[in-house]
């Protein structure tokens, strides 16, 4: 009987475009109207952190001013090490940097979900094969985050060619990305390969396709036609081996404006905006509150923070007045008081970030290097780092023990 009142109701459900009602057996997260909504037919409130400058390094993270894009960093630890001890550097890194006492911690303080932002070439050759150290490593914190009960959010915060026009995007400064058909196809196949690989992974809340597409001063008549086509693409791509996940789509501007957008393309669309240090009255986020009242669509605040506990306490209420889930930035950080986790200063650091900026042509002393950089790799550490307290305080969730 429940089989043929399913078969008769089938006509119904494609002429009027509804959306099949979820069962049971629906392993993933789904979009319903405005909400993320569980298996089990719950609302999830989205509460994340991103992990940062793990397998996307950023240069202000390590305190250089001048070395800022993952190129720079990468070519100024190379003149520092070597090629050869630079290379384990970052072995041990990345290694080091997360690990599976982090992402229990992140759980245990009250967080549901962290964000990872990816660049390609730890996923993808030059030449566009799909190999690379970044799939171990992705696995990992997958299956560590499983085991905790943590969501996951991969974010591709550096795609070939570059999206942004930003040092962050490890791009050669304009979103070439979105003029070279190359570099699309590349973006494509890469999401493609990590949607095959994660296919109905429930772990796995959704795939974050661009990381703050389009700076506003780059050729933005022309770019912003193209974000939400290229979004079509990479979505079929994505459906066509993953075919229920979330795909999130950062605006325009960096991630801030979403005036490009027509009415959702498929189901299961969000929609992501960046905000940092605005105002946390409604007036800050009230053009995003009409595109989502627009077109019934979920928001998601992907990155905000490095201000103030207060700032953080403030604007983190204001959103979830408005039903809106966040991930702030960042989980690890060296030697601030704006993050989870602060990194301890190694002693010498001054001498190594001037010479990493150019600011001094003579490399420091042996023992400054060697003592420096052991430092930093011990300090990065869960159990070296000091846990800011009153930060996750601001956020809502676990005050200090």
């Known amino acids: 009987m429940r089989l043929l009142v399913a078969l008769l109701l089938m006509p119904l459900v494609s002429i009027l475009g509804l959306a099949a009602p979820a069962t049971a057996a629906d392993p993933l997260v789904r979009i319903e109207g405005k909400n993320f909504v569980a298996p089990d037919g719950a609302t999830i409130h989205l509460k994340g952190i991103s992990l940062g400058n793990w397998l996307m390094p ?7 001013e001048v070395a800022k894009s993952p190129r720079q960093i990468f070519g100024a630890f190379d003149r520092l090490l070597g090629p050869e001890r630079a290379a384990a550097f970052w072995r041990q890194y ?4 997360i690990t599976q006492e982090d992402i229990r911690f992140i759980k245990s303080v009250g967080f549901n979900m962290v964000r990872v932002p990816l660049h390609w070439r730890l996923f993808m050759t030059e030449d566009g094969g799909i190999d690379g150290e970044g799939w171990a490593l992705l696995d990992r914190v997958v299956g560590w985050a499983a085991v905790s009960g943590l969501y996951v959010i991969p974010d591709l915060h550096a795609a070939p060619g570059g999206q942004t026009g930003i040092n962050h995007d490890d791009g050669p400064g304009y979103p070439l990305m979105f003029y070279v058909p190359r570099d699309r196809a590349l973006t494509i196949k890469l999401w493609r390969a990590i949607a095959e690989r994660y296919a109905g992974n429930p772990t796995i809340l959704g795939y974050d396709i661009l990381n703050e597409p389009i700076a506003p001063y780059h050729d933005t008549a022309t770019l912003n036609v193209r974000l939400e086509p290229f979004y079509r693409q990479v979505t079929a ?12 789509l950062a605006a325009g501007q960096w991630s801030s404006n979403f005036d490009m957008f027509g009415p959702p393309f498929a189901k299961n669309l969000a929609y992501t905006y960046h905000s940092f240090w ?5 007036d800050s986020i009230q053009r995003h509150l009409n595109f ?3 077109y019934n669509v979920p928001l998601f605040l992907g990155e905000t923070g490095e201000l103030t506990d207060e700032w953080n306490a403030g604007f983190r209420a204001l959103h979830e007045r ?4 966040w991930s702030f930035w960042t989980y690890k950080n060296l030697d601030t008081p704006s993050t989870v986790v602060s990194i301890p200063r190694p002693a010498g650091w001054a001498e190594i970030v001037a010479f990493a900026d150019g600011r001094r042509a003579d490399r420091p002393a042996d023992e400054v290097v060697n003592r420096a950089v052991a430092q930093y790799l011990d300090g990065i550490k869960f159990g ?3 846990i800011r307290w009153s930060y996750l305080a601001s956020l809502g969730l676990k005050a200090a023990p």
């Open 58 to 64: 950023e240069g202000y993270m390590f305190k250089f």
């Open 384 to 386: 070296n780092g000091t």
């Open 278 to 282: 605005a105002s946390t009255k409604r």
């Open 237 to 248: 791509a994505i459906r066509a081996v993953d075919p229920e996940r979330i795909v999130i």
């Open 322 to 325: 408005h039903g809106i889930g």
């Open 292 to 294: 989502a009242n627009r």
């Open 94 to 97: 990345r290694d080091t940097y």
